[in-house]
């Protein structure tokens, strides 16, 4: 069991920087892998980022490649995502979710802890 809070949203404008945190209340954090999700004004929730239980993977959506950076800490029982170079194309509602498996879920699917989502909007 974990739950998920999650801060570090916000309003910006294209081309700055932002970085949202997840943090986990429950026990054994290091064994969670954790995902970035993020649900456009009227579209699905799609996969952003993900990364293992121990941080040796990770995985991205193609579209933030290169701007985007997932990270964890597993001392303070948090995963960050830091974003830069935003788009006004990035703006949605960023969630965090968790899985306790040693391999690398990616999808929606895959993942059946979930933060409460926090609101990134990136103006032109």
């Known amino acids: 069991q974990v739950q998920l809070v999650q801060s570090g949203g916000g309003l910006v404008q294209a081309g700055e920087s932002l970085r949202v945190s997840c943090a986990a209340s429950?026990?054994?954090?290091?064994?969670?892998?954790m995902g970035w999700f993020r649900q456009p004004p009227g579209k699905e929730r799609e996969s952003v980022a993900a990364?293992?239980?121990?941080?040796?993977?990770?995985r991205y959506l193609d579209s933030v490649k290169g701007r985007f950076t997932v990270s964890r800490d597993n001392a303070k029982n948090t995963v960050y995502l830091e974003m830069n170079s935003l788009k006004p194309e990035d703006t949605a509602v960023y969630y965090c979710?968790?899985?306790?498996?040693?391999?690398?879920?990616?999808?929606?699917?895959?993942?059946?802890?979930w933060g409460q989502g926090t609101q990134v909007t990136v103006s032109s």
């Open positions: 979710a968790a899985r306790q498996v040693s391999w690398l879920p990616f999808y929606v699917s895959d993942y059946d802890y």
């Open positions: 429950g026990r054994s954090f290091g064994d969670y892998a």
């Open positions: 990364i293992s239980w121990d941080g040796s993977a990770t």
